[in-house]
C-alpha cells in the first residue's frame, strides 16, 4: 500500500507542479495585499480540491457511463501526461495548463483569480484530472482510496505553501532555476507516462 502511495503522490505532485504554479500565481497576484494573496491562494487551493476529489470519486462511473475501458483510459491518459512531460521539459505552456492570451487578459482585470485561472486550469487542470482518474482505475480497495485522497490533500496542501512563500520562491530560484526543477521533475513526468501506456496496452492486449 506504501508504494501505492508513493507512487501516487510522486505523479501528481510533479503534474500539479506547485512551484511552476507558485511563480504564475506571484505574476498574477503582483501588487495584491499579503493577506488578499493568501486569501486567494486558499480559496483556489480548496476548490481544486474539491473538483479532483470529485474526479477521483466519480471517474469509474463516468468511464462506465461514456462506455471507455480502464486499458483505453490508462493508454489515452499515458498519452496526454507525456505530451504536459513534454511541455515541462521543453519550458514551455501548453493548453493543458496554461491559459490563451486572452483568458491572461482576463485575469489580469480580475480582483479574485481564486477560481480562473488559479483553481482551473492552473492547479487542477486537465492533466490533474487525467492523473485522478488514473489514480482511481486501478481498482483498489477502500482503504486504499482512501489514502489516494489522502495523497490528494498533501500534494495540495504542499501546493497551497508555495503559493504563500511564492514571492521567496521567485526571488530564490528565479526563472532558470524554476525551469531546471521543472525539466527533472518533467522527465520523471515521461517516463511514468509510458509505463502508464505500456500497462494499459499490455491489459488490453490480455497479456497480464
Known amino acids: 500500500m506504501f508504494e501505492i502511495l508513493?507512487?501516487?503522490?510522486?505523479?501528481?505532485?510533479?503534474?500539479?507542479?506547485?512551484?511552476?504554479?507558485?511563480a504564475i500565481f506571484a505574476a498574477l497576484s503582483h501588487g495584491a495585499a499579503l493577506s488578499e494573496q493568501r486569501r486567494i491562494a486558499r480559496n483556489g487551493v480548496l476548490l481544486a480540491a474539491a473538483i479532483l476529489i470529485t474526479f477521483m470519486l466519480g471517474g469509474g462511473a463516468l468511464l462506465t457511463l461514456v462506455g471507455i475501458s480502464i486499458p483505453a483510459f490508462r493508454i489515452a491518459g499515458g498519452i496526454l501526461l507525456f505530451i504536459l512531460s513534454l511541455d515541462m521539459i521543453f519550458a514551455r505552456q501548453s493548453g493543458l495548463r496554461a491559459t490563451t492570451l486572452r483568458e491572461q487578459k482576463e485575469a489580469t482585470k480580475r480582483q479574485d483569480i481564486s477560481v480562473f485561472p488559479l483553481a482551473f486550469p492552473l492547479i487542477a487542470g486537465p492533466g490533474a484530472m487525467t492523473t485522478v482518474l488514473l489514480m482511481a482505475s486501478a481498482g483498489h480497495g477502500a482503504g486504499v482510496m482512501a489514502g489516494l485522497i489522502g495523497v490528494v490533500i498533501l500534494v495540495l496542501a504542499l501546493t497551497l505553501l508555495a503559493l504563500w512563500s511564492a514571492p521567496v520562491i521567485v526571488r530564490g530560484l528565479g526563472e532558470t532555476g524554476i525551469n531546471v526543477v521543472n525539466r527533472l521533475l518533467g522527465l520523471i513526468l515521461a517516463a511514468l507516462a509510458v509505463q502508464f501506456i505500456l500497462d494499459g496496452v499490455r491489459v488490453g492486449l490480455g497479456l497480464g
Do not use: K, S, W
Open 6 to 22: 508513493l507512487a501516487a503522490f510522486v505523479l501528481l505532485f510533479i503534474v500539479v507542479d506547485p512551484i511552476g504554479v507558485a
